[in-house]
């Protein structure tokens, strides 16, 4: 199901796209009492607070318990709104977004204002930790932090009395603390070069546009 917004000035946190998970929980969502609901909350906290936790059986029983504490009608029901909130409270995370937009964009997508609430405050109170521990479970490649270069030149060698090829040895040292030592072509250091150039003239230009400066 697509995600229209009369917004235009930026996307709804939960994509273009609603999943069908997500459209499954607001199909019932209004049949779950208000203290059913709030009562998922601390589940759901929990479960973001550790992400990289495997082991889902304590999680799959404490939906088992809400379960068992309702009646069979809406027993059912539970797993369903118990995913929806989680998917919701997980994508405000990895959006960061502001508490104004996300109760704007749940509201177009008709969640009870009972509802909206409650997730606004559990948000607003845990967001610090849950972004911490989000980014802190998240696989990143490590990045460029040095990188040094110098000019060889051959002189000669056991064949010929006279070389003078020059090479250029680089050194690059990665987040990681690894050091990896190669040879670049001069050619291709020159591309290197005006690649760099070419880039930073682009941003320089980029930066000069009218529509992106902001009066403070």
Request: a positive charge.
């Amino acid at each position: 199901v697509l995600l229209c917004s009369k917004r235009m000035d930026r996307p709804s946190f939960l994509g273009s796209t609603l999943p069908n998970d997500l459209l499954a929980a607001l199909r019932v969502l209004p049949d779950i009492p208000q203290p059913v609901a709030r009562k998922m909350l601390p589940i759901i906290l929990a479960h973001l607070s550790n992400p990289a936790h495997e082991d889902i059986s304590s999680l799959q029983a404490d939906v088992t318990t809400l379960q068992k504490d309702n009646d069979a009608a809406l027993a059912p029901k539970i797993p369903v709104v118990f995913t929806g909130l989680l998917y919701i409270l997980k994508m405000a995370i990895k959006s960061r977004i502001s508490i104004e937009s996300f109760q704007t964009d749940l509201n177009e997508i008709k969640v009870p204002a009972t509802v909206i609430t409650d997730l606004a405050t559990v948000l607003k109170k845990s967001r610090t930790p849950l972004e911490a521990s989000a980014l802190s479970h998240t696989l990143r490649y490590p990045t460029l932090s040095g990188l040094k270069w110098r000019v060889d030149v051959i002189i000669s060698s056991s064949l010929l009395s006279r070389v003078l090829t020059p090479t250029i040895t680089m050194q690059m040292t990665s987040s990681d603390g690894k050091v990896r030592t190669f040879e670049v072509a001069p050619e291709k250091f020159h591309e290197l070069r005006y690649s760099v150039a070419k880039v930073l003239k682009d941003m320089d230009d980029l930066d000069q546009l009218a529509i992106l400066k902001i009066d403070k």
